[in-house]
């Protein structure tokens, strides 16, 4: 028998990103139940410019969790709100949800909810967005997964774990998030193994935080005249599938 298999929270996935799905597919296969998927339609994805949507459904048939749509991905509509009030979870996992939880559901949760987050430094170094894009372009030389239990702020969450690993001259996005995804699943595995035999473990972040800044679709455009081979391959790297790549002005 698994060890997950003993885990008898009330949990619900609130996910829509690939490397979420594949995270929550193996927490499953380790035993792991699941009360609920809460996630995205592929017209609501296309609409908030998810990348790296995917489609849980077949996931929540197979192993028969049911699944509940947001009506807004920022979960702040009335029906979403009251979604959560009426379940009453003890844990929420995100598995790709580039939205802040409001605090409204946040506060219907007995335990709280885990995200991941990441950075090429020790947070409260490197909150903010797309820092695996940003750690590519800066070519940084390493990652630091963490799992965090989430807070109001922007990536201010206790720390419950963390995991390094190296960011290599052939690494693209792509693999790096296959090292998120497996770095993720090895981590929750023992969190959620402290969490239901009460040894959960919180480092509060301390220290000036620093953010990495939103991305758009121009960043992904090439200056020849002004970018050296290095910069450009690094871009190139940054911005590839499931992102929407490189063009030139």
């Given at each position: 028998m698994s060890l997950l298999s003993k885990v008898s929270l009330k949990i619900c996935m609130v996910g829509c990103g690939e490397v979420g799905y594949h995270i929550v597919k193996n927490l499953i296969e380790e035993g792991l139940k699941f009360s609920y998927f809460v996630t995205l339609t592929k017209d609501q994805a296309i609409k908030n410019k998810v990348s790296g949507y995917i489609d849980f459904s077949d996931l929540a048939t197979k192993n028969n969790i049911p699944i509940y749509y947001a009506k807004k991905y920022s979960l702040k509509d009335e029906e979403d709100l009251l979604f959560f009030e009426e379940n009453k979870f003890d844990l929420i996992i995100l598995g790709g949800w580039q939205r802040l939880i409001p605090d409204e559901i946040l506060k219907t949760l007995t335990i709280g909810a885990i995200g991941g987050h990441g950075s090429s430094n020790f947070l409260p170094l490197g909150r903010g967005r797309s820092p695996l894009n940003w750690s590519l372009i800066q070519n940084k030389k390493r990652f630091i997964n963490y799992l965090i239990l989430l807070k109001l702020g922007i990536d201010d969450g206790?720390?419950?774990?963390?995991?390094?690993?190296?960011?290599?001259?052939?690494?693209?996005?792509?693999?790096?998030?296959?090292?998120?995804?497996?770095?993720?699943?090895?981590?929750?595995?023992?969190?959620?193994?402290?969490?239901?035999?009460?040894?959960?473990?919180?480092?509060?972040?301390?220290?000036?935080?620093?953010?990495?800044?939103?991305?758009?679709?121009?960043?992904?455009?090439?200056?020849?005249?002004?970018?050296?081979?290095?910069?450009?391959?690094?871009?190139?790297?940054?911005?590839?599938?499931?992102?929407?790549?490189?063009f030139v002005s």
């Amino acid at each position: 028998m698994s060890l997950l298999s003993k885990v008898s929270l009330k949990i619900c996935m609130v996910g829509c990103g690939e490397v979420g799905y594949h995270i929550v597919k193996n927490l499953i296969e380790e035993g792991l139940k699941f009360s609920y998927f809460v996630t995205l339609t592929k017209d609501q994805a296309i609409k908030n410019k998810v990348s790296g949507y995917i489609d849980f459904s077949d996931l929540a048939t197979k192993n028969n969790i049911p699944i509940y749509y947001a009506k807004k991905y920022s979960l702040k509509d009335e029906e979403d709100l009251l979604f959560f009030e009426e379940n009453k979870f003890d844990l929420i996992i995100l598995g790709g949800w580039q939205r802040l939880i409001p605090d409204e559901i946040l506060k219907t949760l007995t335990i709280g909810a885990i995200g991941g987050h990441g950075s090429s430094n020790f947070l409260p170094l490197g909150r903010g967005r797309s820092p695996l894009n940003w750690s590519l372009i800066q070519n940084k030389k390493r990652f630091i997964n963490y799992l965090i239990l989430l807070k109001l702020g922007i990536d201010d969450g206790d720390i419950l774990d963390y995991y390094q690993f190296d960011i290599n001259e052939f690494d693209n996005i792509r693999t790096l998030y296959y090292k998120i995804s497996l770095t993720s699943f090895e981590m929750l595995k023992k969190v959620l193994l402290n969490i239901e035999d009460g040894k959960l473990i919180k480092l509060e972040q301390k220290g000036e935080p620093t953010y990495y800044p939103k991305r758009t679709e121009e960043d992904g455009k090439i200056d020849f005249k002004n970018m050296s081979v290095a910069e450009i391959y690094n871009l190139v790297r940054a911005v590839t599938y499931p992102y929407l790549g490189l063009f030139v002005s």
